[in-house]
């Protein structure tokens, strides 16, 4: 099994910075991807930024330019930097990996989520 731990959500000012880290862990072969997704109250889950084994990053219009996810693919890790945070990024946010477990099945777990919540 695989499983996914985040950290470092919490309250912050608008304006305001903070740093969520999600580290993967259990019976993994590889990690081909690893993403951020967020839920706020009453909506759907939306796609926050996603990064491959490779690198290649993708990000949700809403964040470009002040959100940056990063990964440390020694310890199966993922990052999501924000910076110029905003009301409307209060949200639960959830960490989400793709990849191969040891038996060479692909996997796809998500993690328990963290809140982050942004005062005006």
């Known amino acids: 099994q695989v499983q996914l731990v985040e950290s470092g959500g919490g309250l912050v000012q608008a304006g305001g910075s903070l740093r969520l880290s999600c580290a993967a862990s259990g019976s993994i072969f590889s990690v081909n991807a690893m993403g951020w997704y967020r839920q706020a109250p009453g909506k759907q889950r939306e796609l926050v930024a996603t990064?491959?084994?490779?690198?290649?990053?993708n990000y949700t219009d809403s964040v470009k330019g002040r959100f940056t996810i990063s990964r440390d693919g020694a310890k199966n890790t993922v990052y999501l930097q924000m910076n110029s945070l905003k009301p409307e990024d209060t949200a639960v946010y959830y960490c989400?990996?793709?990849?191969?477990?040891?038996?060479?099945?692909?996997?796809?777990?998500w993690g328990q989520g963290t809140l982050v919540t942004v005062s005006a």
């Open positions: 990064i491959t084994s490779g690198g290649s990053t």
């Open positions: 989400n990996a793709q990849g191969r477990s040891m038996l060479i099945r692909r996997f796809e777990v």
